[in-house]
Nanobody, 115 residues
């Protein structure tokens, strides 16, 4: 079992920045791949970025060059730095970890990009 707690969402103007955090309540955090997903109203949940246990990263085309995923294994935390935010980035953002083929999700944090 693992619990994931996201934080850092909020209201930001277009072009602004936010940093999301996701803390995992599990030891051996460093070996697991972690992902950030988002779900906008009326849309399916989509992958935003992933980081492997070894630190390799991959991003959705829509956020490449603007978002950066990172992790601090000593703090059991994964981050999503979001720059140059756009109104279309508005969504609930979730972090996810898969352990023994079981997905675990956080409760989500709302990001709203609006002037």
């Amino acid at each position: 079992q693992v619990q994931l707690v996201e934080s850092g969402g909020g209201l930001v103007q277009p072009g602004g920045s936010l940093r999301l955090s996701c803390v995992a309540s599990r030891n051996s955090f460093s070996i697991y791949d972690m992902g950030w997903y988002r779900q906008a109203p009326g849309k399916q949940r989509e992958l935003v970025a992933v980081i492997t246990g070894g630190g390799r990263t991959n991003y959705a085309d829509s956020v490449k060059g603007r978002f950066t995923i990172s992790r601090d294994n000593a703090k059991n935390t994964v981050y999503l730095q979001m720059n140059s935010l756009r109104p279309e980035d508005t969504a609930v953002y979730y972090c996810k970890v898969t352990i023994a083929s079981l997905p675990y999700w956080g409760q989500g944090t709302q990001v709203t990009v609006s002037s």
